[in-house]
């Protein structure tokens, strides 16, 4: 199989690691498949912020996850099954954002294409790490920290900027399962 498709196919979200670091010429490597995501009219709308401090860490830890469990109540009458089983990995997990992840990146944008090209890094991000046998996982929740003074500081987080990562990175002994995928709904003309 082409070695493309087949890391698309192959890539998953991680979210158990190991706690050894990862070596900074795999992360560089990662940011320049990044960086070479289009972009739309060749924008390239993106900084990168890479967290390995376990302070810093902490930090977004403790920021994220009252803004998470307050995103996670509407999941509790529209469905209380994965409400519960998310909680319950709050109550279980030291991190149950970042998943004590040893690098966190930031993918952060501004500009009328932001939305439409810092996808398209992350995404790079991810297929990146796969390659270079990491495990990775685009986690929503750990954007949610923002409103954290000092983090917007040590992220040099401008009023018009947005997180689009962030993405965890790190070694894994095993890479999951693949979730059971639904048929393309595919129209041809």
Not at 160 to 166: A, F, L, M, S
Request: aromatic share 10%.
């Amino acid at each position: 199989m082409n070695t493309v498709l087949k890391a698309i196919a192959e890539r998953r979200a991680v979210r158990t690691y190991e706690s050894k670091p990862v070596h900074r010429n795999m992360i560089n490597k990662i940011i320049e498949a990044a960086n070479q995501a289009p972009s739309a009219m060749n924008s390239q709308p993106w900084r990168f912020v890479v967290v390995e401090d376990k302070e810093f860490h902490k930090k977004l830890t403790e920021a994220a996850i009252p803004q998470s469990r307050k995103r996670l109540e509407s999941f509790k009458n529209a469905n209380p099954e994965r409400y519960e089983a998310i909680m319950k990995r709050y109550d279980e997990l030291e991190d149950p954002i970042y998943y004590s992840s040893p690098v966190i990146i930031f993918v952060i944008g501004s500009g009328p294409f932001a939305d439409l090209s810092c996808p398209l890094a992350c995404q790079n991000i991810m297929l990146a790490a796969y390659s270079l046998g990491l495990g990775s996982c685009w986690v929503h929740f750990g954007s949610l920290v923002t409103d954290n003074e000092e983090i917007r500081k040590e992220l040099e987080f401008k009023e018009d900027e947005k997180i689009y990562g962030p993405i965890i990175i790190g070694h894994t002994q095993k890479f999951p399962e693949p979730p059971p995928k639904k048929e393309a709904h595919v129209k041809w003309i």
